[in-house]
């Protein structure tokens, strides 16, 4: 797509305005890594889920919550309801999921 601007200022003035789309985009596909403690309150292996009831994780702009993650299975061998646990988390493609877990 061409576009054809009057001035210099025209074109700086879109870009401007366009550059913030780009971070956004940029930040979503980058997601930080947060770690935090919380509890295990619910665990459905099959489904590749757990839910952790857990403080605030700011890096992830989440209050104190009782919240459903995603995770593989196979990081929940040894884990059980009730388990206090310490765990790594992001945000990718609008979930939030557990990359890493112990207790």
Do not use: W
Request: hydrophobic share 50%; with cysteine; aromatic share 4%.
């Amino acid at each position: 797509m061409k576009f054809a601007f009057r001035s210099a200022s025209q074109a700086a003035v879109l870009a401007a305005l366009l550059s913030p789309i780009a971070v956004c985009s940029v930040a979503q596909a980058q997601s930080p890594e947060a770690k935090a403690s919380g509890e295990v309150r619910r665990i459905d292996a099959e489904a590749g889920k757990i839910t952790l009831k857990h403080g605030n994780i700011d890096v992830l702009q989440l209050p104190a919550m009782t919240l459903v993650y995603r995770i593989e299975p196979i990081l929940l061998e040894g884990i059980q309801v009730g388990d206090k646990v310490k765990f790594t988390a992001q945000r990718l493609s609008n979930e939030y999921v557990v990359i890493k877990i112990s207790k």
